[in-house]
């Protein structure tokens, strides 16, 4: 019996906790009702327990506090699902409070229990009663006073079984199905097997499963699959990384507002685990972008989707453009595309468009933010026929090409998706265009006919005017080397109108990439538009 915890205890409750996931994660599944019957809680954490397992043993921790921190970094990097989620906010509220302490009595670890409570509930935007948290307060709760470590394991583990036993009386859907809930499920063998090490036991992988009334979950019965839903639901995931100061909350209330089951989780050194169960990816995907850096995105249908018979094709691919130059280059590639002209052009040719690729799924790239909106509006009304469209957020042309280049029917939808959202998220973009007024930039006042070169829509450079062929290539090479800072292998140039400007710039910044950056690529198109001179891309 352990009288205080140390790293080693850690790591043999990590093992323990991963070993009886093992074995009733099948089981849990089984019973997964809320708040979707997608049959994967028991596998989400057992997947998100063997994430922090392996950062654990990647590390030399001196101490318990830096055991539990290895084990929330690699839960947070690893985690599925929303259950996973608040698994590794559990270890990061015991990392975050026990520091850098080396041994642990039994009140420091309920001190640990508490503060992990507060945070799993802090990341869920709607905590709800009968789940996964209400087992976790009822576990920090019962230990709180308790003082010593065996004491405060029985206690903990003992009063977490019984709140599991109460969750169908707090959730109307989990009565109605004759099953406790399953990440609370999950959350119970989780203080299981902690109770085990502290006591001694050495049995904890192999036939050991808890209590007998907690291994029996009270009420379970066979559940039938389903109907699927009107609402074609997905669950998105990614890490949120470079987070801009005060825009958590923000992205927060965007992801409430366009689904459910919102969970905002960091590792407290930067990263952020994301979730939420939405209709609309790109939404979900673009709120992440307005945030900071989103990586490891991850796309579950709630429901499987299956190609109406109706539709000649099982997938498709449309890009929404301005220029027919960018039409016949997306065509060439294997796409549809519709060119949406100017400024004001009517919506229902969008949905036209979209039904015009007789595809049960369409993903739909447009090229700037306001085409973005307007084939938003398109996908809804092209979903009411039946069709399954996603949106792909593009801020630039240069960016909805990226994500067409990396598109590859091989690959399941799903991950198809994911990878033209990262490539699109991943491409730089920049333009030049000739200032019409005089006007004050983050880089100073411009004038009429001056050049002005932006990046990912800020001004970063204002050449003096009159332009001409030697000031936009001057312009043009001063835009790529600001966007190669954060590095890239391809540079991606379309000429707009006055293509007869611009032909030197081409061939000028051809050059200088050979000289500054031989390990750079370039590629050019026509098809900027008319506002835009040159429009430019780094991927």
Request: with cysteine; proline share 4%; charged share 25%.
């Amino acid at each position: 019996m352990l009288r205080s915890l140390d790293a080693a205890a850690v790591g043999r409750w990590a093992t323990a906790c991963v070993d009886l996931l093992d074995k009733l994660h099948a089981d849990i599944d089984e019973i997964n009702v809320y708040p979707v019957p997608d049959s994967d809680t028991g596998s989400n954490l057992l997947q998100t327990m063997r994430s922090a397992l392996d950062q654990l043993r990647g590390t030399r921790p001196a101490g318990v506090g830096e055991a539990l921190s290895a084990l929330a970094k690699g839960a947070l990097s690893g985690a599925r699902g929303n259950s996973g989620v608040i698994l590794s906010q559990l270890l990061r509220g015991c990392a975050e409070e026990l520091g850098d302490e080396r041994h642990v009595t039994g009140p420091r670890w309920s001190a640990a229990l508490d503060r992990a409570a507060e945070l799993a509930t802090g990341a869920v935007a709607e905590p709800a009663e009968g789940t996964i948290l209400s087992v976790l307060h009822a576990a920090a709760g019962a230990a709180r006073g308790v003082g010593e470590l065996d004491a405060v394991a029985e206690r903990a583990a003992r009063s977490a079984g019984e709140a599991l036993e109460r969750t169908p009386e707090q959730l109307p859907v989990l009565a109605e199905a004759g099953v406790v809930d399953a990440g609370g499920r999950g959350l119970v063998a989780v203080f299981d097997a902690f109770d085990a090490v502290v006591s001694g036991r050495t049995d904890i992988g192999s036939d050991w499963l808890g209590p007998e009334r907690r291994l029996r979950m009270p009420g379970v019965r066979p559940i039938e699959q389903p109907k699927p839903p009107e609402s074609r639901s997905y669950e998105v995931m990614y890490l949120l990384e470079d987070v801009r100061d005060g825009e958590l909350a923000t992205l927060r209330t965007a992801l409430t507002g366009i689904g459910d089951c919102v969970t905002v989780a960091g590792d407290g050194a930067g990263r952020h685990a994301i979730h939420v169960h939405c209709d609309d990816i790109g939404a979900a995907i673009e709120a992440g972008i307005d945030a900071g850096r989103p990586r490891q995105i991850a796309v579950t249908p709630l429901v499987e989707l299956r190609p109406a018979a109706r539709f000649g094709y099982d997938r498709a691919v449309l890009v929404v453009v301005r220029t027919e130059e960018l039409a016949e280059l997306v065509r060439a590639e294997g796409a549809a595309a519709f060119v949406a002209g100017g400024d004001e052009f009517d919506p229902a040719h969008a949905v036209q468009a979209i039904r015009d690729t007789s595809a049960a799924h369409v993903v739909v790239l447009a090229a700037d933010e306001e085409l973005s909106s307007v084939a938003t509006g398109a996908a809804q009304r092209a979903e009411a026929g039946g069709q399954d469209v996603v949106i792909v957020p593009c801020a630039s042309p240069v960016q909805g090409l990226a994500a067409l280049a990396v598109h590859d029917l091989q690959r399941r939808a799903n991950e198809d998706v994911v990878a033209m959202a990262e490539a699109a998220a991943a491409t730089r973009y920049g333009e030049l265009r000739i200032a019409e007024s005089e006007a004050l930039t983050w880089v100073g006042r411009c004038g009429p006919g001056d050049v002005l070169g932006l990046v990912d829509g800020e001004v970063m450079l204002v050449e003096g005017g009159p332009a001409g062929p030697e000031s936009l290539a001057t312009s043009a090479c001063a835009v790529v080397e600001r966007m190669l800072t954060a590095d890239g292998e391809l540079v991606t140039v379309l000429l707009g109108a006055e293509s007869a400007s611009t032909a030197e710039l081409v061939e000028v910044l051809r050059d200088y990439l050979r000289d500054e950056h031989p390990e750079v690529d370039l590629v050019c198109y026509q098809g900027a538009g008319q506002e835009a001179l040159v429009l430019l891309g780094v991927e």
